[in-house]
């Protein structure tokens, strides 16, 4: 059985910061891309930021310098850390190997 599970959200104030973590099982983590996505309503899902199994990351143009990626392959972690938070990061995020999906954890930034 695939598990990825994401944890970490709730609400902060703008300015803010939060760490979201995914825990993987049922895969070999070290061999996949992972990545983290991101959606509100009426919105498509979007990529926020990808790490190569290398550990290389890569981000979306409206989190660059304020969120970064990272991965954890001893222990099956991807997190997410996210500074210097907006309110129009507000959304659900959610973590990928590209095959498989999270449930979801909710982001609200509001003062």
């Known amino acids: 059985q695939v598990r990825l599970v994401e944890s970490g959200g709730g609400l902060v104030q703008p300015g803010g910061s939060l760490r979201l973590s995914c825990a993987a099982s049922?895969?070999?983590?070290?061999?996949?891309?992972m990545a983290w996505y991101r959606q509100t309503p009426g919105m498509q899902r979007t990529l926020v930021a990808s790490?190569?199994?290398?550990?290389?990351?890569d981000y979306a143009d409206s989190v660059k310098g304020r969120f970064t990626i990272s991965r954890d392959n001893a222990k099956k972690l991807v997190y997410l850390q996210m500074n210097n938070l907006k309110p129009e990061d507000t959304a659900v995020y959610y973590c990928?190997?590209?095959?498989?999906w999270g449930q979801g954890t909710q982001v609200t930034v509001s003062s």
């Open positions: 790490i190569t199994r290398g550990g290389r990351p």
């Open positions: 990928s190997n590209y095959e498989n």
């Open positions: 049922g895969i070999v983590f070290s061999i996949y891309a």
